[in-house]
């Protein structure tokens, strides 16, 4: 059974970055599909980006050009580099591994707890 731990959220002025982590235990996540979602208050759970096992990457529309999902196969983690922050990014962000292939919540498990990013304008 895989846990997974986010850290390297907190508050932030608008335009600056942060980068988070999530780091794997319990087994290796080398071979698994690994993605960042976040949730806002109020606001259901959406998808920010995926990363496969052999390092390709996918994001929403609101991520792209500012944010860089990465992984260190040797240290179990996957990163979320976040760049050009915007107040409209405040929201806990978890990271989960992909049972099945999609980019909903309910195709990912192993979820979280979550870290919370504030991006103050």
């Known amino acids: 059974q895989v846990q997974l731990v986010e850290s390297g959220g907190g508050l932030v002025q608008a335009g600056g970055s942060l980068r988070l982590s999530c780091a794997a235990s319990?087994?290796?996540?080398?071979?698994?599909?690994i993605g960042w979602f976040r949730q806002a208050p109020g606001k259901e759970r959406e998808f920010v980006g995926v990363i496969s096992w052999g390092g390709s990457t996918s994001y929403a529309d609101s991520a792209k050009g500012r944010f860089t999902i990465s992984r260190d196969n040797a240290k179990n983690t996957v990163y979320l580099q976040m760049n050009s922050l915007k107040p409209e990014d405040t929201a806990v962000y978890y990271c989960a591994v992909r049972r099945q292939f999609g980019v909903r919540s309910t195709d990912f498990g192993s979820w979280g707890q979550g870290t919370q990013v504030t991006v103050s304008s």
């Open positions: 319990g087994r290796t996540i080398s071979r698994d599909v």
